[in-house]
């Protein structure tokens, strides 16, 4: 089944305990993305990664590190985690495809609270 | 400004209704245009993509307006399975590739 998974799907952290959030895709995507969502505010792009080894900063990178060494692998870094990054965290991949529109294909979403 | 623009609802329709939705965005190099739906705390997913020309699937209708920056979307016949938040979705073509911005939604709730 085509699919994008993240683990953990929930954790509740504290305040600068390093943690990564994995995700995982099967689909051969080059592209790959990292969100967060709160309320009122939307899903704003962290990090995305257009291929191996090219990742590049979204909206609001700060506070996060990613790396990219496979292609079906992309997990999001917090290395001294803060409550400002208490959010609901979705990665997702893409085709670099025109034709397929770019549609992105989104995990089931991890939801982390920072205390 | 926001880059896109949505009213957060909530909607609340009868079933059988029909209900639209309307999104601006700001971004005149937007090329491709989306509506997610996405489920209470689950994840987004592709509804629909929205075309110059308009596109319909079953009872979901989309439009674009380009002179306006504004796309639409229209639900005839509205089920209890609608009730969701649709999300408005620009991609813009960068030099670091294409890029989605989401609107933060409009939840819609339909009732008996």
């Known amino acids: 089944e085509a699919q994008v998974t993240q683990n953990p799907r929930y954790l509740i952290t504290v305040t600068g305990k390093k943690l990564t959030v994995t995700c995982s895709q099967n689909?051969?995507?080059?592209?790959m993305s990292w969100y967060r969502q709160d309320p009122g505010l939307g899903l704003r792009q962290i990090y995305y990664s257009m291929n191996v080894e090219v990742t590049d900063k979204g909206d609001v990178p700060e506070g996060y590190k990613v790396s990219r060494k496979e292609k079906r692998n992309f997990p999001l870094i917090l290395e001294s985690p803060s409550p400002n990054q208490t959010s609901l965290y979705f990665c997702?991949?893409?085709?670099?495809?025109?034709?397929?529109?770019?549609?992105?294909?989104f995990g089931p979403g991890t939801r982390l609270t920072v205390t | 400004r926001k880059e896109v623009e949505q009213d957060p609802g909530p909607f609340n329709v009868p079933e059988g209704a029909t209900v639209a939705f309307n999104c601006t965005y700001s971004?005149?190099?937007?090329?491709?245009f989306f509506w997610y739906r996405q489920d209470c705390r689950k994840e987004p997913k592709l509804l629909m993509s929205v075309y110059s020309s308009g596109n319909e699937d079953g009872r979901f209708t989309a439009q674009l307006n380009r002179a306006s920056q504004y796309i639409s979307l229209l639900i005839r016949d509205s089920k209890l399975s609608d009730s969701a938040t649709y999300l408005c979705v620009v991609n813009i073509l960068t030099g670091g590739g294409n890029k989605l911005t989401f609107g933060t939604g409009t939840q819609l709730k339909v009732e008996l």
């Open positions: 997702a991949s893409s085709p670099r495809s025109r034709l397929a529109g770019y549609e992105q294909y």
């Open positions: 971004n005149s190099a937007s090329q491709s």
């Open positions: 689909m051969n995507h080059e592209y």
